[in-house]
């Protein structure tokens, strides 16, 4: 039902419409706080291809239904940051699994060894998503949690 492929420059008004489109709190949940219409396109105006890397799955009509991003501090880095975002008509459904099992085997080609995740401790999809990818969370009793995903352990047997 999905295809997945990397976006392009191309994509970015259909990044900024999925991620403005996300519920207060799932907005609130993907950028660990609350943000403005305006921060969500600036983030996204701002998004370097030459250190990132974003899987898009497509629905058969062209819809932008989710995204798993991976960035960089810089060019070559082998160790960087992942997150991830499903629109809610199609959250529950494995497709959070799905991007993320295809980023870690993008990952993994390019000789990355470890993605970290940020997301609220209360962030429960979040959490067993990570998780399923063998992420080692971390959290020091406040509201954020940061899991660690080695990308040569994150093959995930479990991803559908
Ligand atoms: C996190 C997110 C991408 C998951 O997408 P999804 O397509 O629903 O993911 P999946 O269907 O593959 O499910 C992944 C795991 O989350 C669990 N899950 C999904 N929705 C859930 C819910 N509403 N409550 C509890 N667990 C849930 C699934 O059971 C599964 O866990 P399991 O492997 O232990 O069974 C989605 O909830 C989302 O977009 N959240 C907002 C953005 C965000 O929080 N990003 C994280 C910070 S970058």
Redesign the pocket.
């Known amino acids: 039902m999905y295809t997945l492929r990397l976006l392009t420059q191309a994509d970015l008004d259909r990044l900024e419409a999925l991620l403005l489109g996300?519920s207060p709190?799932?907005?609130r949940?993907?950028?660990?706080g609350n943000v403005r219409d305006h921060n969500i396109t600036a983030y996204v105006q701002r998004i370097d291809f030459s250190r990132a890397q974003v899987v898009g799955a497509f629905t058969p009509a062209g819809e932008l239904a989710?995204v798993?991003?991976l960035a960089f501090a810089a060019v070559g880095d082998t160790s960087g940051e992942?997150?991830?975002?499903?629109?809610?008509a199609?959250?529950?459904?494995?497709?959070?699994?799905?991007?993320?099992a295809r980023a870690l085997d993008l990952a993994r080609a390019a000789g990355v060894q470890a993605l970290e995740?940020?997301?609220?401790s209360g962030?429960?999809?979040?959490?067993?998503?990570t998780?399923?990818f063998n992420g080692v969370e971390r959290w020091y009793g406040g509201t954020d949690c940061t899991s660690t995903v080695r990308v040569a352990d994150g093959r995930a047997v479990?991803?559908?």
């Open positions: 996300l709190e799932n907005r949940r993907r950028f660990c989710g798993c991003e992942m997150a991830f975002a499903v629109a809610e199609h959250q529950g459904h494995g497709l959070g699994s799905r991007l993320v995740v940020h997301y609220q962030n429960t999809p979040a959490r067993r998503l998780r399923r479990r991803a559908s």
